[in-house]
């Protein structure tokens, strides 16, 4: 709570200090915005978000003295990208709070699933014995294995006694 009063009063100060200035307020409001959302959602505990959080509140501030240096073009880049990374690190944070919650469901799931095969676990039925050749290779010949009904010779159909002609 005490970060978020903080970055209020950044923000407050910040657009005090750009009151005449040329950054843009609408800018600064959506990059102090990332930055307290970032925050706010625990993005300092992850090392991406933390590292462009860490960008956006130093280029923020590099904005802010380079405009009071007079030079409003580079303040202007400079802001462009301290929103860049506030958003990213915003973007960041939310994908891995997004992928912890999503952990928790999996985990939810299995102890959901252990509890139904708990609780439906019978004795399973006894399987009936396989015969002594079950699971040997069949001692079956091709000619075995061909039906009656297929040709005999390459003369004659399956049809009997309809010949084929040759090329057929």
């Known amino acids: 709570m005490r970060q978020h009063r903080i970055g209020l009063a950044l923000m407050a100060l910040a657009l005090a200090a750009c009151g005449s ?24 505990e992850h090392p991406d978000a933390r590292l462009h959080l860490k960008y956006a509140t130093d280029q923020l501030e590099a904005a802010q003295r380079l405009m009071e240096d007079g030079e409003e073009e580079d303040a202007n880049h400079m802001l462009d990208r301290a929103q860049a990374d506030a958003e990213l690190a915003l973007q960041i944070a939310r994908t891995e709070v ?51 009904s297929q040709p005999e010779a390459l003369g004659e159909s399956q049809f009997g006694d309809v010949p084929m002609e040759p090329g057929q």
Do not use: M, N, W, Y
Request: charged share 30%.
């Open 21 to 44: 200035s040329g950054l843009s307020r609408q800018q600064l409001i959506e990059t102090h915005s990332a930055i307290d959302a970032t925050k706010e959602i625990g993005g300092h």
């Open 98 to 148: 997004g992928r912890k919650q999503a952990e928790a469901a999996q985990e939810e799931i299995k102890t959901l699933q252990g509890d139904d095969q708990l609780q439906s676990a019978q004795p399973e039925p006894a399987q009936p014995e396989q015969p002594a050749s079950a699971g040997r290779e069949s001692s079956v010949t091709p000619e075995q294995e061909r039906p009656e």
